[in-house]
């Protein structure tokens, strides 16, 4: 065969092909119009009512360890605050509560709080809790001048290293 015939029968084959596709093109599903998305409309009357702010609790107490990386045979302090209206309360009595991995241990010193609401207990850790466990001392306030029968501060934490 010559070249020239070749490259006829080339095209024609090319040219065929290009027909079959669009043959079966047109055998396909018809494309569908996408409805447009529903429009959301909020109410102005919404907008003015507005939720309550929460009341914040008159009174108040946190604890803190004074270090919470200590070593397992370190000695620490934890501390608590005992405040009304952020002034500190005097003359409340505070207990604490360590919670080691082992068990609970009620500390025997029961401070009162002084004229800026800070109380202090000694904690001699003596190995009772392992390394990188952490631990949580929970401080609880009674006898509150003129305030609730208890209060049970946010816990301190420690985790020796």
Known sequence: M??????????LLAGLAMLWLLLLSACGPTANQLSPAATVTINPAFQASTSPLPTEPPYRCGAWASNNAPTPTAV???????????????GAT???VVHFSSGD?????????DQGGYVRFTLPLAGR???????????????????????RCSPAFFTPQ
């Open 2 to 11: 010559s070249r020239s015939l070749h490259m006829g029968l080339g095209i």
């Open 76 to 90: 620490i302090t934890i501390y608590a605050r005992l405040t009304k209206n952020l002034q500190g309360v005097a």
């Open 94 to 96: 505070a207990t604490a």
């Open 105 to 113: 241990l009620t500390l025997t010193q029961q401070p009162t709080s």
């Open 129 to 151: 809790q392992p390394r990188n466990v952490p631990a949580t001392v929970d401080v609880t306030f009674t006898n509150i001048p003129g305030g609730p029968a208890s209060l």
